[in-house]
Each structure stands twice: as structure tokens, then as C-alpha cells.
């Protein structure tokens, strides 16, 4: 072998190498998948979008309103840990005497960062900057705000797979959970004369992956659909906590008892929403979601990182 | 008219490109995941949702004390990797597997397996 050929082979290796991803995109940590779940975010930059996200629920009007929700959500990672999502919003509601009001919500941005990952003890922890861009929705009928909505929020993930092998099929739950503060641009509304409260923003998820008791656990032969569900229970919640001079600080949200299908390409999701109380809602209402994963659909473009999206192949080892 | 034949254009498309590609799963293992048998294998054969990268996969069996008990390479076709074990004695053995799949996404995981009584 001619040495311009050993070092053209060498050349390729280490451009192989240097152009092999790491591409722990869509939520891996360790041997743990965390979906994307349906109202709250998984801990982790990613490649993926949500198209659509279909919610139907009652209002908590009296009489109640039937509201329908249509979302869509584009992730994108522009480092390997930073990550840029774009969400929109349309709403439609009928009063129960049939008239009807729809309109788009506010164009928001959500800014995160990768602070942690840690594969042994399949922990995953996130930045972000949620905002809401006042303005860019329907504010005529009353769907979007004229003001700008800015959440500071911490994601996390856990999955309970580094538990000792006596607690079985325990070790195939995961938590995932986010917190964060919202703050209105504006803390009066004049045109509704109310205070515009600062308010807590916060979500959970519990979640039992039939993948991982599969590959990890214990290999039951269960039907094959099977082994592609994590059933789940997602919480959402609203608390006032500062400028809400005159009303009450009730806590509202709902609580999504559900199941995710997890294919390689894409992700199914259907869950019920649970009103926590009479001021979330009234009655159970539905949300589903279609999840692309972009980073396995398009790997060498549209799943790559906007820049350093090379990093170099992570050493095998244990 | 011209909608439709974009929809479905670009339906096509998205289903020609994510034929092939994704990160590989562990399908299934023999022996199978968590199982326990009363004859000691020869061999952990490992069966994927994806093709793998042999040059970037990888694949070891130990024992309880955590001592190695595969042997030789790793051979890797396609999907399927598997690696040697030496005579293996009654006790738990864990096998732990990082793969790369074609299309440059890393996995992993660890399961255990038992042999005898």
C-alpha cells in the first residue's frame, strides 16, 4: 500500500471520525429514552418537531365553552447544547350559545441549554428561556397579550435505571419535570383594568418505559407494540406568586394520565386532561400529538447542529 | 390541486428518507434480556433495529465480580453483534453494549442474564 494511500485512508478515518456525531439527540441519556411529552418539555436539546398538537377541552365559563387547540413546535439545536424551539398556537372557541371566537396565540421562542447529562445515573438537566412575544397573535380577540411574557425555566430528567437489579421493573420509571417564573412585560392591563400577575409555571411527568424493561430489564416476549409504549402521567400547573393584587391565588392546571407510542421516526401521544379544580376546566377534555424526530429522519442536515454539529465520535467505553 | 401534489410530494419524500436510518435499539439478545438458563451459552448475540458501525461498536460480558468473561472479537453483520464467552460457572452475568448505528447515532445499554439453577 502506497503511502499516499495510507495517509488518504488515515485522512478518511479522522474525517469519518470527526464527522460522526455524537447525535445523542432526541432525549438520551445513558441507555434512558425520554419522549417528548405532550405538556411539559423533555430535558434536552433537540432535533424534532411536533406536528400537530391537537387539545379539546371544556372551559371553565359557566356555561362552558368547547375550546380546541391546534399547536405546532420546531426544535432546533444550533450548537450540540444549545437549542432554539418556535411554537405557535391556534384557538378556537364556541360559547355554549354558538358563537364562535378563534384566533392564533402569541409567537414564542424558547431558548435552552444543555447543562447536564450524565449516562450512568441517566440524569438530565436543562436551561431555558421561554418567551412570548407580545403582539404577534390575535390580541383583537383576545387569544394573544399586547405584552411580552418572559419564563426563566430548569428542565430535568431522571431515569431510575441505576437503582440496584433487586428493585426489577421499578428501575424502568423515569421523572421529568420542569420549573419556572413568568414575567409579564407589563404589570397592569388597562384595557381589562387588572393587575398582570407574575405567576410560577410548572410540570412534571412520571413515566413507565416498556423499551427500556425490555432491553434493560427483563425481556417479557410481550407483543411487539407493546414494548413500543411509556405510559405516562404529566402535570401542568399555574400559580400566581407576585402582582395579582386583588384576586385569588388559585393554582390551576390540569393532570394528563396517558401513553406514548415510540417508533424510530416518530412518536404517537394521547392523553386525557384532568382539570385540578373548577377554575382549569371543566370536565376531561383530550390532547394529542404527532413528534417528528428530525435528527433520525434527516441525520446528515436537518438533525445536525447549526454549527459544531461534528463533534468528534465519543470513545466506546464503558 | 397544486396543495395536494406538494402534500403528498413531500409525504414521499419524508417516507423514501427515513427508510433506512435511526438509532439502533436493542431488538432482542440471546440469551434474552433478564433471562435465566440452565445451560451455559457459547456465545451473546446481540440483534438491533439498524444496521451498525462495526469500526464504532462494541460489546462485553462479565461476571458478578465484574472479571471478564467474553473472548475474541466482536463480530458484527449488519444488525447482529455477538462475542464468545469462556465456560461459564453458574452465576449472573452482565453484558453491556455501546453501538453506532449508520447513520452516526450513538447507543447504549446493560442488561443481565443468569446461568443455572
Same mark, same amino acid.
Given at each position: 500500500?502506497?503511502?499516499?494511500?495510507?495517509?488518504?485512508?488515515?485522512?478518511?478515518?479522522?474525517?469519518?471520525?470527526?464527522?460522526?456525531?455524537?447525535?445523542?439527540?432526541?432525549?438520551?441519556? @445513558?441507555? +434512558?429514552?425520554?419522549?417528548?411529552?405532550?405538556?411539559?418539555?423533555?430535558?434536552?436539546?433537540?432535533?424534532?418537531?411536533?406536528?400537530?398538537?391537537?387539545?379539546?377541552? /371544556?372551559?371553565?365559563?359557566?356555561? *362552558?365553552?368547547?375550546?380546541?387547540?391546534?399547536?405546532?413546535?420546531?426544535? /432546533? +439545536?444550533?450548537?450540540?447544547?444549545?437549542?432554539?424551539?418556535?411554537?405557535?398556537?391556534?384557538?378556537?372557541?364556541?360559547?355554549?350559545?354558538?358563537?364562535?371566537?378563534?384566533?392564533?396565540?402569541?409567537?414564542?421562542?424558547?431558548?435552552?441549554?444543555?447543562?447536564? /447529562?450524565? +449516562?450512568?445515573?441517566?440524569?438530565?438537566?436543562?436551561?431555558?428561556?421561554?418567551?412570548?412575544?407580545?403582539?404577534?397573535?390575535?390580541?383583537?380577540?383576545?387569544?394573544?397579550?399586547?405584552?411580552?411574557?418572559? &419564563?426563566?425555566?430548569?428542565?430535568? @430528567? /431522571?431515569?431510575? @435505571?441505576?437503582?440496584?437489579?433487586?428493585?426489577?421493573?421499578?428501575?424502568?420509571?423515569?421523572?421529568?419535570?420542569?420549573?419556572?417564573?413568568?414575567?409579564?412585560?407589563?404589570?397592569?392591563?388597562?384595557?381589562?383594568?387588572?393587575?398582570? *400577575?407574575?405567576?410560577?409555571?410548572?410540570?412534571?411527568?412520571?413515566?413507565?418505559?416498556?423499551?427500556?424493561?425490555?432491553?434493560?430489564?427483563?425481556?417479557?416476549?410481550?407483543?411487539?407494540?407493546?414494548?413500543?409504549?411509556?405510559?405516562?402521567?404529566?402535570?401542568?400547573?399555574?400559580? *400566581?406568586?407576585?402582582?395579582?393584587?386583588?384576586?385569588?391565588?388559585?393554582?390551576?392546571?390540569?393532570?394528563?394520565?396517558?401513553?406514548?407510542?415510540?417508533?424510530?421516526?416518530?412518536?404517537?401521544?394521547?392523553?386525557?386532561?384532568?382539570?385540578?379544580? +373548577?377554575?382549569?376546566?371543566?370536565?376531561?377534555?383530550?390532547?394529542?400529538?404527532?413528534?417528528?424526530?428530525?435528527?433520525?429522519?434527516? *441525520?446528515?442536515?436537518?438533525?445536525?447542529?447549526?454549527? @459544531?454539529? &461534528?463533534?468528534?465520535?465519543?470513545?466506546?467505553?464503558? | 390541486?397544486?396543495?395536494?401534489?406538494?402534500? =403528498?410530494? #413531500?409525504?414521499?419524500?419524508? #417516507?423514501?428518507?427515513?427508510?433506512?436510518?435511526?438509532?439502533?435499539?436493542?431488538?432482542?439478545?440471546?440469551? $434474552?434480556?433478564?433471562?435465566?438458563?440452565?445451560? =451455559?451459552?457459547?456465545?451473546?448475540?446481540?440483534?438491533?433495529?439498524?444496521?451498525?458501525? !462495526?469500526?464504532?461498536?462494541?460489546?462485553?460480558?462479565?461476571?458478578?465480580?465484574?472479571? $471478564?468473561?467474553?473472548?475474541?472479537? !466482536?463480530?458484527?453483520? =449488519?444488525?447482529?453483534? $455477538?462475542?464468545?464467552?469462556? !465456560?461459564?460457572? !453458574?452465576? #449472573?452475568?452482565?453484558? $453491556?453494549?455501546?453501538?453506532?448505528?449508520?447513520?452516526?447515532? #450513538?447507543?447504549?445499554?446493560?442488561?443481565?442474564?443468569?446461568?443455572?439453577?
Amino acid at each position: 500500500m502506497s503511502r499516499h494511500l495510507l495517509h488518504t485512508l488515515a485522512l478518511a478515518g479522522l474525517t469519518s471520525a470527526i464527522f460522526t456525531s455524537d447525535a445523542f439527540a432526541h432525549c438520551f441519556v @445513558g441507555a +434512558r429514552f425520554l419522549p417528548a411529552t405532550l405538556i411539559t418539555d423533555d430535558p434536552c436539546v433537540a432535533d424534532e418537531m411536533s406536528l400537530p398538537t391537537v387539545a379539546w377541552s /371544556k372551559t371553565a365559563d359557566v356555561p *362552558p365553552a368547547s375550546q380546541l387547540n391546534l399547536g405546532f413546535d420546531f426544535s /432546533k +439545536r444550533i450548537t450540540e447544547n444549545f437549542g432554539v424551539t418556535v411554537s405557535q398556537g391556534w384557538s378556537s372557541i364556541r360559547q355554549a350559545d354558538g358563537t364562535l371566537s378563534q384566533g392564533f396565540g402569541n409567537f414564542e421562542t424558547t431558548f435552552q441549554y444543555q447543562i447536564l /447529562k450524565d +449516562r450512568e445515573h441517566e440524569l438530565a438537566i436543562l436551561s431555558g428561556l421561554i418567551v412570548d412575544w407580545g403582539h404577534t397573535g390575535s390580541t383583537g380577540s383576545g387569544f394573544a397579550t399586547d405584552f411580552s411574557l418572559v &419564563t426563566p425555566t430548569v428542565y430535568f @430528567g /431522571k431515569g431510575f @435505571g441505576d437503582l440496584p437489579s433487586s428493585f426489577g421493573g421499578l428501575r424502568a420509571f423515569a421523572v421529568t419535570g420542569q420549573v419556572g417564573y413568568q414575567i409579564p412585560t407589563n404589570s397592569f392591563d388597562f384595557t381589562q383594568n387588572v393587575f398582570i *400577575p407574575q405567576q410560577l409555571v410548572y410540570g412534571a411527568s412520571l413515566q413507565y418505559s416498556m423499551p427500556y424493561l425490555k432491553s434493560e430489564i427483563v425481556d417479557l416476549g410481550l407483543p411487539e407494540f407493546i414494548n413500543h409504549l411509556i405510559p405516562v402521567v404529566e402535570a401542568s400547573l399555574t400559580t *400566581p406568586v407576585a402582582n395579582n393584587f386583588g384576586n385569588p391565588y388559585t393554582t390551576t392546571g390540569t393532570v394528563n394520565p396517558g401513553v406514548i407510542w415510540v417508533g424510530s421516526y416518530f412518536q404517537v401521544g394521547l392523553e386525557a386532561m384532568i382539570p385540578i379544580n +373548577r377554575q382549569s376546566g371543566t370536565g376531561v377534555g383530550v390532547i394529542g400529538q404527532l413528534h417528528l424526530y428530525l435528527d433520525d429522519m434527516f *441525520p446528515s442536515t436537518l438533525g445536525q447542529p447549526l454549527f @459544531g454539529g &461534528t463533534s468528534s465520535t465519543r470513545k466506546l467505553t464503558f | 390541486m397544486r396543495i395536494h401534489t406538494l402534500a =403528498a410530494t #413531500t409525504l414521499l419524500t419524508l #417516507t423514501i428518507s427515513t427508510t433506512a436510518w435511526a438509532h439502533a435499539f436493542l431488538d432482542h439478545a440471546e440469551p $434474552r434480556v433478564g433471562s435465566s438458563t440452565q445451560t =451455559a451459552p457459547k456465545e451473546v448475540v446481540l440483534f438491533y433495529s439498524q444496521n451498525l458501525e !462495526p469500526a464504532f461498536s462494541t460489546i462485553e460480558v462479565s461476571d458478578a465480580n465484574g472479571a $471478564r468473561v467474553d473472548q475474541g472479537k !466482536p463480530k458484527i453483520s =449488519a444488525s447482529t453483534m $455477538r462475542i464468545g464467552v469462556k !465456560p461459564l460457572p !453458574p452465576g #449472573t452475568y452482565r453484558v $453491556r453494549w455501546q453501538v453506532l448505528s449508520v447513520d452516526t447515532h #450513538t447507543t447504549e445499554g446493560s442488561f443481565t442474564f443468569h446461568v443455572g439453577p
